[in-house]
C-alpha cells in the first residue's frame, strides 16, 4: 500500500463575504480530495478568521495523483438547529499537478471562486499543499457529526490516529536507512518532512454518512489506464523531406508517444561491450600486466582505458561502428600489454559478423559473454574476455556514451574524449532574493562616539554585491529603506552577506560587522503578501576583544526584510525569444500544452573553421535550448557534412515561446602547444516560434546558418531540422491565448526596465557558473551565444534594422493614403466615382461600416488561409540588415564593452554616434512643437490667435446644433474629394494657421 499523502494547512481567510445579518460570518472550511472529506474549526464571527490547522488526506494510487484535485470550500455556519446547515462563502481547487514535497511548498493566497452563476463570493484564502513519503505521518480521520457551535471536550474515540511527530522525523529516518522507496518521482530524497498532524477533536469534522456521503474521486480500470498512458496519441505523422511538409491521414488511428526516434534518418551500428577480463597472463620480467584493449574493425580501431598491475580490470566500455561504413565481416578484439617501448600482445578474440544479433529498444541489454582468448596461431589461453556484440540504432541507450568510429582518432584517456559525447543539461531552478535594508541601531563611531559616522551596508550573494547610500547616524541609529534583489539558483549554496560599513577617509571603508543568512533560511513567498521584517545582531569582523566587548552594553542590530520571491519567472534570455515563462514556485505551474519534438538531421556545406592535414575541416556540433533543458549533440569530427540523427523531446507550457538551436565548431578537440583549448566558434542559430507551428504537423527544412563577423555575414552552411509540436488539447492551447502571458507578480508588482536588464545579464552568469561544473561542462561562449547576453549591446545595424520595420508597419496605411489623394485628385475618374457612391452609401447607412469592416478582414483572413507559410520562419539577412552593413559597422557591434579598440576609431565613431544622435533629437523635438502648438490653442500665449479659434469653437457649436450630422460629414467628403480644378498648390488655411502658433521651443537654452 501507497504511503504517499497529500498535505494541508489552512492558513487563514480575508475579507470573506457576511453571511448572518450583522456583518459577520462563522466559517470554517472543508476539504475533499479523493473521496475523503475533512473539516476545520469553526471560527466565530470572524471576516478574516485564521485557523493554521494541517490535515493529511492518503493518496490511493501514486500514478494518479496528477489528475486528481483538491477541493477547499469555505462555508459559514448556521445557528439553526440542523447541525448541516451552512452557507456558501466560495472555493479553492487545485490539481495535482501543482502539488510539490514539502521543501517546495509555499503559503498561496487563492481568490475564492464561484460555485455557480449566481453565487456572490469574495475573499481569499490562504493554502498550503504539498506531497510526502514521510511513513510516520498519518492521514487525518473523519469524525463524526459534532455541534459546529459547541466545543466539548476531546474524547480519546474522536482523536486521530496519527502520533505527533518530529518535524525532521523524515530525515532522521532516510539516515537511519528504514526510509522505504516509492515511485513517486516529485519528491527526492533529504527533503525536510512536514510537521505531523495536530489531532484534537475541534479540528476534523465530518458530514453524516446518511445525508451527505462522498464517493472516492478513483478512476475506474479503463478509465484508469487512459489516465496513465497520457494524453492522447496523436496521428502518425509523416517527416517531409525538402522542405515539404505533410500531414496526417485522417483515417490513421495509429497511437503515438513522444520520444522514439522518427523525425530522424535510423543510423545503423554495430555495437561493442568490452566489460572486464578474467585471468589475464603477467609478464615474465615484470611479473604484472597493464591491460587495455583494442578493438578492431577494418581500418577502424577503438581503445579502452589502461589499467595498472590488474590482472582482472573492469573496462565497460562500449564502442559503436557505422553500419554503412563497415570495412569487414570479422570482429577482431585484441588485449594488450602497454610498456615503455612495445606493447606485448595477451591475446585475441574474433567475431563473426554474420551470426550478430540485433537489438530494438525496448528490448532489455544483450547479456555478455565470456570468450577465451586466443594467441596469434590460433590456440586457446587460459585468460577471459567478457564481451557483448549487438547491431542496433541510434535510438540504443548506449549510443549516448559510446566511442563512434569516427572518434576513435581520440584517446579515450585524453580530456577531449568526453567533449565528443552527447549530453542533456538541466538548468538549475532560478530564484529572486529581495532584500530591503531598513535601519541599524547601537552603531558606536570608530573615532570621536560625539560626532556622527557616515555608514552604509553592502549586501553580496556570490559575485553580485549592492551597496547602500551613506548616511550619518543620529543617536546611534542609521535609516536607509533601500531594496536590492539577487538571483540565486538551487540548491542553495551561497550565503546572503550583509556588511555594515563606515567610511573613515577618503573612499576606503571599515567593516563593522557581518551578518550571513543561509538562503535556504529565509521565507519563500509566491504572491505580493507583506513579509514581517526582522532584527537581527551582527558579528564582529575579525578577533573579538573581550575588553571592548564589556565596554560596549549593546551589539549592533540591524532591521532587514529578505525573502525568496518564487511569483516571478527568472529571465536568463531576453523576452522576445523567451523559452519558458513559468514563475519559479512549482505550485504555481499549470500543466503541460503539449510535446515539441525536434529531429536534428544533418548539416550541409559547412565553412571549414580550421586545417586538419592541410584541409579546411569543422568539428561541428549542435545545441538546443527549450526551457531549462539544453542538450548537446555529439561532435563529429573532420566533416562538413556531419550526419547528427539525434531527437529530443520538450514539454511545453506556453505557445508563444521559442526553440532556439544553434551550431558550434568545436575547439577542445584540438588544443595549442601550452595545452589550453580556444573558444567554440558559433557557426550560426535557428529560432522557431512555437506559435507558428500547426499542431500535429511535422515540419522538415533546411535552415540556413549565418554567422556575424567584422568583415560581413557570412552563410556558414544549412541545418536541416524535423519540428513537430503535439498539443493535448485543443481546447486547452486556445484558452491559453487569452491568459497572462506572464505570472501575476509581473504584473501585480513589475520591476523596472534597468532592474530587469541586470537581473538578466546576473541569471546568465549564474547558469554559465552552474552548467560549466557539469561534466563534460557546457561552455560559457555557448551559453552566451544562444541566451543572446548581449542583445541590449548598441548596434548601428539592429538601429537600422529595427527603423526598416517600424517604416515597413506602416506601409499599408501609406499606401492606403497614397491611394485615397489619387482619388482625390481624380487620377482614376471611374474609381473616384465609385469611391464617391461609397461613401455616400455608407453616411446614409452607418449601421453597415463596422459589419464591412470586420467581412473585409475576415475575407483577408480567408484568403491568407490558402496562401499561409507552409515552414517556420528563419533568419532573414535582408530584414536583418546584414547585407548593406559596412565592416566599420559590424566591428562595432561586435566589440567588447569597454572596447578594446584604438582611441582614434572610438572618437570616430563616437562622433558618428553623436550625428546620429542629433537627428533623431531634432525629430523628437519637431514632434514636441506641433504637440505644444495644440495645447496653446485655448492657452491665450497667442491673443490673436486664441481669440480666433475661440470664436471659431462658438460658431462651430451653433452650427453642428443645427446642421444635422450626416449633412456635415457628406459636405466634408465631397469638399476633400472635390475635382482638381478646384484645387490650389499653396497650403490650406487651417494648416496656416497651425503653423503660426507658438511653441515653448523658444524658452529652450
Given at each position: 500500500m501507497s504511503t504517499l499523502k497529500v498535505g494541508v494547512e489552512v492558513g487563514g481567510a480575508q475579507n470573506l463575504m457576511a453571511k448572518e445579518g450583522q456583518g459577520s460570518s462563522s466559517s470554517f472550511v472543508e476539504l475533499q480530495f479523493a473521496g475523503q472529506k475533512l473539516r476545520t474549526s469553526t471560527k466565530e464571527k470572524d471576516l478574516n478568521p485564521v485557523w493554521d490547522e494541517r490535515f493529511y488526506f492518503n493518496v490511493p494510487d501514486p500514478d494518479l495523483l496528477p489528475h486528481l484535485a483538491l477541493e477547499a470550500c469555505v462555508y459559514s455556519a448556521s445557528?439553526?438547529?440542523?447541525?448541516?446547515?451552512?452557507?456558501?462563502?466560495?472555493?479553492?481547487?487545485?490539481?495535482?499537478?501543482?502539488?510539490?514535497?514539502?521543501?517546495?511548498?509555499?503559503?498561496?493566497?487563492?481568490?475564492?471562486?464561484?460555485?455557480?452563476?449566481?453565487?456572490?463570493?469574495?475573499?481569499?484564502?490562504?493554502?498550503?499543499?504539498?506531497?510526502?513519503d514521510d511513513p510516520s505521518i498519518q492521514p487525518s480521520n473523519p469524525l463524526p457529526t459534532i455541534d459546529p457551535f459547541a466545543n466539548p471536550p476531546p474524547s480519546p474515540i474522536f482523536r486521530a490516529q496519527a502520533p505527533p511527530a518530529s518535524p525532521h522525523a523524515g530525515v532522521s529516518a532516510e539516515k537511519k536507512g528504514t526510509r522505504s522507496r516509492h515511485s513517486f518521482h516529485h519528491l527526492p530524497k533529504g527533503k525536510r518532512s512536514p510537521p505531523a498532524a495536530k489531532s484534537t477533536a475541534n479540528e476534523m469534522r465530518a458530514e453524516p454518512s446518511a445525508t451527505a456521503r462522498v464517493f472516492a474521486a478513483v478512476p475506474s480500470s479503463s478509465s484508469a489506464a487512459?489516465?496513465?498512458?497520457?494524453?492522447?496519441?496523436?496521428?502518425?505523422?509523416?517527416?517531409?523531406?525538402?522542405?515539404?511538409?505533410?500531414?496526417?491521414?485522417?483515417?490513421?488511428?495509429?497511437?503515438?508517444?513522444?520520444?522514439?526516434?522518427?523525425?530522424?534518418?535510423?543510423?545503423?551500428?554495430?555495437?561493442?561491450?568490452?566489460?572486464?577480463?578474467?585471468?589475464?597472463?603477467?609478464?615474465?620480467?615484470?611479473?604484472?600486466?597493464?591491460?587495455?584493449?583494442?578493438?578492431?574493425?577494418?581500418?577502424?580501431?577503438?581503445?579502452?582505458?589502461?589499467?595498472?598491475?590488474?590482472?582482472?580490470?573492469?573496462?565497460?566500455?562500449?564502442?559503436?561502428?557505422?553500419?554503412?561504413?563497415?570495412?569487414?565481416?570479422?570482429?577482431?578484439?585484441?588485449?594488450?600489454?602497454?610498456?615503455?617501448?612495445?606493447?606485448?600482445?595477451?591475446?585475441?578474440?574474433?567475431?563473426?559478423?554474420?551470426?550478430?544479433p540485433d537489438r530494438v529498444p525496448p528490448d532489455s541489454p544483450l547479456a555478455p559473454e565470456w570468450y577465451r582468448l586466443e594467441n596469434k596461431k590460433g590456440e586457446k589461453l587460459m585468460s577471459e574476455l567478457m564481451l557483448a556484440v549487438w547491431l542496433g540504432s541510434q535510438a540504443d541507450e548506449t549510443f549516448p556514451d559510446a566511442v563512434l568510429s569516427d572518434e576513435t582518432v581520440i584517446s579515450e584517456e585524453s580530456a577531449a574524449s568526453s567533449q565528443l559525447r552527447g549530453k542533456v543539461y538541466h538548468a538549475p531552478r532560478l530564484w529572486y532574493v529581495r532584500v530591503k535594508i531598513i535601519e541599524a541601531q547601537d552603531?558606536?563611531?570608530?573615532?570621536?562616539?560625539?560626532?556622527?559616522?557616515?555608514?552604509?551596508?553592502?549586501?553580496?550573494?556570490?559575485?553580485?554585491?549592492?551597496?547602500?547610500?551613506?548616511?550619518?547616524?543620529?543617536?546611534?541609529?542609521?535609516?536607509?529603506?533601500?531594496?536590492?534583489?539577487?538571483?540565486?539558483?538551487?540548491?542553495?549554496?551561497?550565503?546572503?552577506?550583509?556588511?555594515?560599513?563606515?567610511?573613515?577617509?577618503g573612499s576606503k571603508n571599515e567593516d563593522r560587522g557581518t551578518l550571513p543568512v543561509h538562503l535556504a533560511n529565509l521565507e519563500k513567498r509566491a504572491d505580493d503578501r507583506p513579509v514581517l521584517p526582522i532584527w537581527r545582531v551582527l558579528e564582529k569582523p575579525g578577533l573579538i576583544d573581550v575588553d571592548q566587548l564589556k565596554k560596549n552594553k549593546f551589539a549592533t542590530r540591524l532591521h532587514i526584510i529578505a525573502h525568496l520571491d518564487g511569483g516571478y519567472h527568472v529571465f536568463d534570455e531576453p523576452i522576445q525569444f523567451s523559452s519558458d515563462l513559468r514563475p519559479t514556485a512549482r505550485q504555481l505551474w499549470k500543466g503541460a500544452l503539449g510535446l515539441l519534438e525536434i529531429g536534428i538531421r544533418h548539416a550541409v556545406e559547412l565553412s571549414p573553421i580550421k586545417n586538419h592535414e592541410g584541409k579546411g575541416s569543422c568539428d561541428a556540433y549542435c545545441v538546443a535550448k527549450y526551457g531549462n533543458?539544453?542538450?548537446?549533440?555529439?561532435?563529429?569530427?573532420?566533416?562538413?557534412?556531419p550526419m547528427f540523427n539525434e531527437q529530443y523531446t520538450w514539454e511545453v507550457y506556453e505557445p508563444a515561446t521559442v526553440l532556439t538551436v544553434a551550431v558550434f565548431d568545436n575547439s577542445q578537440v584540438q588544443v595549442d602547444e601550452k595545452g589550453s583549448a580556444a573558444r567554440d566558434t558559433p557557426m550560426g542559430k535557428v529560432r522557431i516560434r512555437l506559435s507558428t507551428l500547426e499542431a500535429g504537423r511535422v515540419y522538415t527544412s533546411l535552415y540556413p546558418l549565418l554567422a556575424l563577423r567584422n568583415s560581413g555575414v557570412k552563410k556558414m552552411g544549412e541545418l536541416q531540422l524535423a519540428v513537430r509540436f503535439s498539443s493535448m488539447s485543443t481546447m486547452n492551447l486556445i484558452s491559453m491565448y487569452f491568459k497572462p502571458l506572464y505570472p501575476k507578480m509581473h504584473y501585480t508588482r513589475p520591476l523596472p526596465i534597468q532592474d530587469q536588464q541586470r537581473l538578466r545579464s546576473r541569471a546568465v552568469e549564474v547558469v554559465v557558473a552552474r552548467l560549466g561544473r557539469m561534466e563534460p561542462p557546457l561552455r560559457k561562449e555557448v551559453i552566451e551565444y544562444v541566451s543572446e547576453v548581449s542583445s541590449d549591446a548598441w548596434s548601428m545595424r539592429k538601429g537600422r534594422a529595427n527603423f526598416f520595420r517600424f517604416m515597413a508597419l506602416f506601409s499599408g496605411a501609406v499606401a492606403m493614403w497614397n491611394w485615397f489623394g489619387e482619388v482625390c485628385r481624380w487620377k482614376n475618374p471611374s474609381t473616384t466615382v465609385l469611391v464617391h457612391v461609397l461613401f455616400f452609401v455608407l453616411l446614409g447607412f452607418p449601421e453597415l461600416i463596422l459589419p464591412t469592416a470586420f467581412l473585409y478582414m475576415f475575407t483577408t483572413g480567408l484568403w491568407n488561409y490558402f496562401h499561409r507559410p507552409t515552414q517556420a520562419p528563419r533568419m532573414d539577412m535582408k530584414l536583418s540588415r546584414a547585407d548593406d552593413t559596412s565592416p566599420d559597422d559590424l566591428d562595432e557591434e561586435l566589440d567588447t564593452f569597454p572596447s578594446s579598440r584604438a582611441a582614434d576609431l572610438i572618437r570616430h565613431r563616437y562622433d558618428r554616434l553623436r550625428h546620429v544622435a542629433a537627428q533623431a533629437v531634432t525629430i523628437a523635438g519637431d514632434i514636441a512643437t506641433k504637440g505644444e502648438r495644440l495645447q496653446t490653442l485655448l492657452s491665450w500665449r497667442d491673443p490673436r490667435a486664441t481669440f480666433i479659434f475661440w470664436v471659431f469653437c462658438l460658431v462651430a457649436a451653433l452650427f453642428l446644433y443645427v446642421v444635422p450630422f450626416k449633412v456635415v460629414c457628406c459636405v466634408f467628403g465631397f469638399y476633400v474629394m472635390r475635382h482638381p480644378k478646384f484645387r490650389t498648390k499653396l497650403p490650406m488655411e487651417p494648416a496656416n494657421f497651425f503653423r503660426r502658433l507658438p511653441a515653448r521651443i523658444d524658452s529652450l537654452l
Open positions: 445557528g439553526s438547529s440542523n447541525p448541516s446547515s451552512k452557507s456558501f462563502l466560495g472555493k479553492v481547487r487545485l490539481a495535482g499537478t501543482s502539488f510539490v514535497p514539502y521543501s517546495d511548498a509555499v503559503l498561496l493566497q487563492c481568490p475564492l471562486e464561484k460555485r455557480g452563476i449566481f453565487s456572490r463570493v469574495r475573499g481569499e484564502l490562504g493554502l498550503k499543499v504539498y506531497v510526502t487512459a489516465v496513465k498512458q497520457g494524453f492522447k496519441a496523436t496521428a502518425k505523422t509523416y517527416a517531409g523531406v525538402g522542405g515539404q511538409t505533410f500531414k496526417p491521414p485522417m483515417g490513421n488511428t495509429k497511437k503515438r508517444t513522444g520520444g522514439g526516434y522518427d523525425l530522424v534518418e535510423q543510423m545503423r551500428y554495430l555495437f561493442v561491450r568490452v566489460v572486464k577480463g578474467r585471468d589475464l597472463a603477467a609478464m615474465e620480467l615484470a611479473g604484472t600486466v597493464d591491460p587495455y584493449v583494442e578493438v578492431r574493425l577494418g581500418n577502424y580501431r577503438g581503445r579502452t582505458r589502461t589499467f595498472e598491475k590488474n590482472q582482472n580490470p573492469e573496462w565497460n566500455q562500449v564502442f559503436a561502428f557505422a553500419g554503412d561504413k563497415l570495412q569487414a565481416s570479422e570482429l577482431e578484439v585484441v588485449v594488450k600489454d602497454k610498456s615503455l617501448l612495445r606493447d606485448d600482445h595477451l591475446g585475441m578474440v574474433r567475431i563473426d559478423l554474420n551470426g550478430v552603531i558606536v563611531p570608530l573615532g570621536d562616539e560625539s560626532k556622527p559616522a557616515e555608514v552604509r551596508v553592502s549586501a553580496q550573494v556570490g559575485r553580485q554585491i549592492h551597496n547602500t547610500k551613506l548616511v550619518q547616524t543620529r543617536n546611534m541609529a542609521a535609516i536607509w529603506g533601500d531594496e536590492f534583489m539577487f538571483v540565486v539558483a538551487e540548491p542553495f549554496e551561497e550565503h546572503l552577506v550583509l556588511t555594515l560599513q563606515e567610511k573613515v577617509g533543458k539544453w542538450v548537446r549533440t555529439r561532435t563529429v569530427p573532420n566533416s562538413l557534412q
